[in-house]
């Protein structure tokens, strides 16, 4: 009877650690970082509380973005949309913490702008669908497979900010 009650704590205390170690992937895209807003989009989900785990700055290849837009091969934007995924640098991030996936998306707003709320990033920094500033992680599956994607595994830094017991409250 203990033994179960303390493994029941357990389990309970090692599903919130494994949420609050999960991870989004984040994506400046071309208009983005041609427009200077790279800072402010970082701002946002550093003052929320994530934790930043990897970043870089890089232009890249038509070849690679079919392979991180490859759910959407079929639809007729797809073209367009790898020519302006590849037409400028990007920001990749990786960004860590609890419900990251779910409150990311929040936090960018609806894919087109003319739905996103105001206060997402989506909703006050642009306005056409095809301009829509940033790419965000729809599931923990789909971040897990683009964090693959763009970073290797030694890119990804393991630390501890020293705000971290003000954030979280266990
Ligand atoms: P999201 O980026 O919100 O996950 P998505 O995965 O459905 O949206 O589409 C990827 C990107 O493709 C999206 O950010 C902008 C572009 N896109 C989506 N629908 C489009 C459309 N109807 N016309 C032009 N571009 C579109
Ligand atoms: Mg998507």
Redesign the pocket.
């Known amino acids: 009877m203990v033994i179960c009650s303390v493994l029941a704590i357990f389990s309970l205390f090692s599903k919130a650690m494994a949420s609050a170690r999960e991870r989004t992937f984040i994506m400046v895209k071309p208009d983005g970082v041609q427009r200077g807003l790279v800072g402010k989009i970082i701002k946002k989900f550093e003052s929320k509380g994530f934790k930043l785990v990897a970043m870089k700055f890089t232009w890249s290849s038509e070849e690679h973005l079919k392979k991180h ?1 490859a ?2 091969a079929g ?1 007729p ?1 797809f073209p ?2 790898v020519k302006y995924m590849s037409s400028g640098p990007v920001v990749p991030m990786v960004w860590e913490g609890l419900n990251v996936v779910k409150t990311g ?1 929040v936090m ?1 707003g ?3 702008p003319k739905d996103s709320a105001p206060g997402t990033i989506r909703g006050d920094m642009c306005i056409q ?2 301009r ?1 500033v940033i ?2 992680s ?1 599931s923990v599956e789909s971040a897990q497979k683009e964090i693959n994607l763009w970073f290797d595994q030694k890119e990804l830094i393991a630390w501890q900010p020293a705000v971290e017991a003000w954030v979280y409250e266990d």
Do not use: I, P
């Open positions: 837009y759910d959407l639809r934007f367009g949309l998306r960018l609806a894919t087109d669908v095809g829509n790419h965000g729809d």
